[in-house]
Nanobody
Framework: QVQLVESGGGVVQAGGSLRLSCTAS????????MGWFRQAPGKEREFVAF????????YIAYAVKDRFTISRDNAKNTVYLQMNSLKTEEAAVYYC?????????????????WGAGTQVTVSS
């Protein structure tokens, strides 16, 4: 079992930046692949980014690919999501999640472990 805790959310003006962190604890003897998702009120949870166990492969959703970056520090059991040029419509709860099999996926159903989420608010 692994526990995931997100941090770094908050209020930012449109065009601003935030860096989210996701720290894993529990069975972390081997690193987990990790994904970031977001969910706005009344909308489905959507894929944002993914990074494999080593950080050698990353995938970014098309809508954010020029503005968001995912990275990791395995010594700290932490994955980061750097978000630049944020838009008001990107206000949401951001979640990190880990797939047990370590395989890249865009469907939330493919992920086994989830954090509680961190709120990102983007003001105009």
């Amino acid at each position: 079992q692994v526990q995931l805790v997100e941090s770094g959310g908050g209020v930012v003006q449109a065009g601003g930046s935030l860096r989210l962190s996701c720290t894993a604890s529990g069975r972390t003897s081997s690193a987990y692949a990790m994904g970031w998702f977001r969910q706005a009120p009344g909308k489905e949870r959507e894929f944002v980014a993914f990074i494999d166990r080593t950080g050698g492969s990353t995938y970014i959703a098309y809508a954010v690919k020029d503005r968001f970056t995912i990275s990791r520090d395995n010594a700290k059991n932490t994955v980061y999501l750097q978000m630049n040029s944020l838009k008001t419509e990107e206000a949401a709860v951001y979640y990190c999640a880990a797939p047990q099999d370590g395989v890249y996926g865009r469907d939330p159903m493919e992920y086994d472990y989830w954090g509680a989420g961190t709120q990102v608010t983007v003001s105009s």
